[in-house]
């Protein structure tokens, strides 16, 4: 996920990026386990962070309101269940993703 915010209240510099990177697997959801986080950034590292998502053909979702929140949390923490409903409206999004058919 990623998103980008202003630097600073008021003011009108580049906008910094930043970027959380959750790791969810079938293993997780047979034990009942909620996806971690995995890597924050903001700027250069939230920029490398998305790169290299991109680079391993791992999607990339924007929503500033959900990296706001997820970036409070230490990594390899699993997310909390009040996140549980965003999380999985993301997951449901890659899994489309995912599963969608090609072009005839």
């Known amino acids: 996920m990623a ?11 580049r906008p910094t990026a930043k970027a959380v990177a959750l790791s969810y697997s079938d293993g997780d959801a047979s034990q009942g386990l909620a996806p ?3 890597a924050t950034g903001q700027g250069l590292i939230a920029e ?3 790169a290299k998502a991109r680079e391993a053909g ?5 929503s500033r309101e959900l990296v706001a929140a997820l970036m409070h949390f ?3 923490e699993r997310i909390p269940p009040a996140l549980y409903v965003a999380v999985a409206e ?13 072009p005839r």
């Open 3 to 13: 998103a980008n915010g202003r630097s600073g209240p008021g003011t009108t510099s």
């Open 36 to 38: 971690k986080v995995v």
């Open 48 to 50: 490398t962070i998305i």
């Open 58 to 62: 791992v999607p990339v979702h924007a």
């Open 74 to 76: 230490d990594l390899d």
């Open 90 to 102: 993301v997951l449901a999004w890659v899994y489309r993703l995912e599963h969608r058919e090609s």
